[in-house]
């Protein structure tokens, strides 16, 4: 008897975990598992603030995929589309090459990407939040952009580069600008050219509050927090315009920057359009509880499952219906296991179960031993919810490898004085040795 074959597109947080559930059957000859993904490697997305913070290091926060999927047939590559009545889905290889991928099951676990808004400038000058490239560019810049500020006797050019807007206070915004304030407010000290200067940074955030995911106590708490380091916060404020660096907020004000940050949410990734899944209104995966895609009518389609930033799972938990589960990685890794318990299911001819799960809660750690968290209603700030959040993602981190070393740069931090440097003051690693081929060249 052929053995079936899952086909699992993405290979995030959702992706990863239900391959390394599905390991055993596929060493047992159960099944055939396939994993789509163009990145080598898993990233814990929840340290990214510290990434960019100089707290953690970026290789501690990526898992490379051979070893812990060493099961699976790895493609790297991105999809091209899927026709879920033939069962077949297209891949473009990192050759640029395609190539169909049959199967008997296929899963949605693609991911989310930023999502962005037609803004002048936007594209040009801003940069996102959501990659370890993203974060670990954005430390060597805030370090090289006061580096810079130190060298120039051009007031407004200094100015500028002592500048940084950040755009989404959600609490991976806030987050990232607590950890880089913190980071540039310790470099600064550091030049004595800079004596007297002061740094701008600017939290700026559609809504009424920041940290919305919090408690309305802990995030009034979060936003005192951010002004006391001297984090300016203005809410229910907009930006219109960034082009050229001139950031242009909608109350008027105007500031020229050289970096701003757009954190701004994020939206289900846009290669869904090229499938013919079923959606929702904000562009997910439509699903039942039991993770199956489904129709508007709610019948089930034959081998199509979704999960993660890709599905609208209905949360039939909530007291207030129709309800759905946030995109978090907390939802996504439970219902990786859940879902490799329907797709073992499915191949022995039985009927899925139901996803319900009730939040653990939220954590944000803001750096300087001090976070918020709200733990099953129970609500913790300062330094008991920044030991939770260590804790936590000490523990969830998939790697024993990853989690030993990011504990020992945790106890490093604490035991040593922060010492930074920007490495990447040429943009292209290559550079100096062009420079010094043609200098020879000249001779």
């Known amino acids: 008897m052929p053995q079936p074959d899952i086909?699992?597109?993405?290979?995030?947080?959702?992706?990863?975990?239900?391959?390394?559930?599905?390991?055993?059957?596929?060493?047992?000859?159960?099944?055939?598992?396939?994993?789509?993904?163009?990145?080598?490697?898993?990233?814990?997305?929840?340290?990214?603030?510290?990434?960019?913070?100089?707290?953690?290091?970026?290789?501690?926060?990526?898992?490379?995929?051979?070893?812990?999927?060493?099961?699976?047939?790895?493609?790297?590559?991105?999809?091209?589309?899927?026709d879920t009545a033939a069962k077949v889905a297209v891949v473009r290889s990192l050759d640029g090459t395609e190539r169909a991928l049959h199967y008997d099951h296929v899963v949605f676990a693609l991911g989310a990407v930023t999502k962005t808004l037609s803004i002048p400038g936007l594209a040009e000058n801003a940069i996102g939040f959501s990659s370890v490239e993203?974060?670990?560019?954005?430390?060597?810049?805030?370090?090289?952009?006061?580096?810079?500020?130190?060298?120039?006797?051009?007031?407004?050019?200094?100015q500028r580069a002592l500048t940084f807007v950040f755009v989404g206070g959600g609490y991976t915004g806030v987050e990232a600008i607590a950890e880089l304030q913190r980071l540039a407010a310790s470099e600064l000290d550091r030049y004595r050219e800079l004596d007297g200067e002061r740094m701008s940074w600017l939290l700026v955030e559609a809504a009424g509050r920041i940290a919305a995911e919090l408690t309305e106590p802990l995030s009034a708490w979060?936003?005192?927090?951010?002004?006391?380091?001297?984090?300016?916060?203005?809410?229910?404020?907009?930006?219109?315009?960034?082009?050229?660096?001139?950031?242009?907020?909608?109350?008027?004000?105007?500031?020229?920057?050289?970096?701003?940050?757009?954190?701004?949410?994020?939206?289900?990734?846009?290669?869904?359009?090229?499938?013919?899944?079923?959606?929702?209104?904000?562009?997910?995966?439509?699903?039942?509880?039991?993770?199956?895609?489904?129709r508007d009518d709610g019948t089930p389609l034959d081998g199509v499952w979704a999960l993660g930033d890709d599905a609208q799972v209905p949360d039939l938990t909530a007291e207030h219906q129709p309800a759905y589960y946030p995109p978090n990685a907390q939802n996504a890794i439970r219902q990786a296991r859940v879902l490799a318990g329907n797709l073992r299911r499915a191949l022995d001819g039985q009927p899925p179960v139901e996803y319900r799960h009730r939040s653990l809660g939220t954590l944000a750690s803001y750096g300087g031993m001090r976070g918020a968290a709200v733990l099953r209603g129970l609500p913790l700030r300062g330094l008991p919810a920044w030991a939770v959040d260590k804790v936590y993602h000490a523990i969830a981190l998939p790697s024993v490898a990853r989690r030993f070393r990011l504990v020992l740069g945790w106890i490093g931090n604490g035991l040593?004085?922060?010492?930074?440097?920007?490495?990447?003051?040429?943009?292209?690693?290559?550079?100096?040795?062009?420079?010094?081929?043609?200098e020879q060249a000249e001779k």
């Open 7 to 82: 086909l699992v597109l993405g290979a995030g947080f959702s992706g990863f975990t239900l391959a390394r559930e599905l390991r055993r059957d596929a060493a047992a000859h159960r099944l055939r598992l396939t994993v789509v993904d163009p990145q080598p490697y898993l990233t814990y997305k929840p340290l990214l603030p510290e990434v960019a913070g100089g707290e953690t290091q970026a290789r501690d926060t990526v898992v490379p995929l051979r070893r812990p999927l060493k099961h699976a047939h790895l493609v790297p590559g991105s999809l091209e589309s899927v």
């Open 134 to 158: 993203e974060a670990a560019y954005l430390r060597d810049h805030v370090l090289e952009r006061i580096r810079f500020a130190a060298s120039t006797a051009d007031r407004a050019e200094r």
């Open 222 to 294: 979060t936003l005192r927090l951010l002004r006391q380091r001297g984090v300016r916060v203005l809410l229910k404020t907009e930006m219109t315009t960034c082009e050229n660096g001139i950031v242009v907020l909608n109350n008027g004000e105007t500031h020229p920057a050289d970096t701003i940050v757009w954190v701004a949410g994020v939206t289900p990734n846009p290669v869904l359009g090229r499938t013919d899944v079923p959606r929702g209104k904000k562009g997910h995966v439509q699903c039942s509880a039991s993770l199956q895609a489904v």
């Open 416 to 438: 040593t004085p922060r010492e930074e440097a920007p490495v990447a003051a040429f943009p292209e690693p290559r550079e100096r040795f062009r420079q010094a081929a043609q």
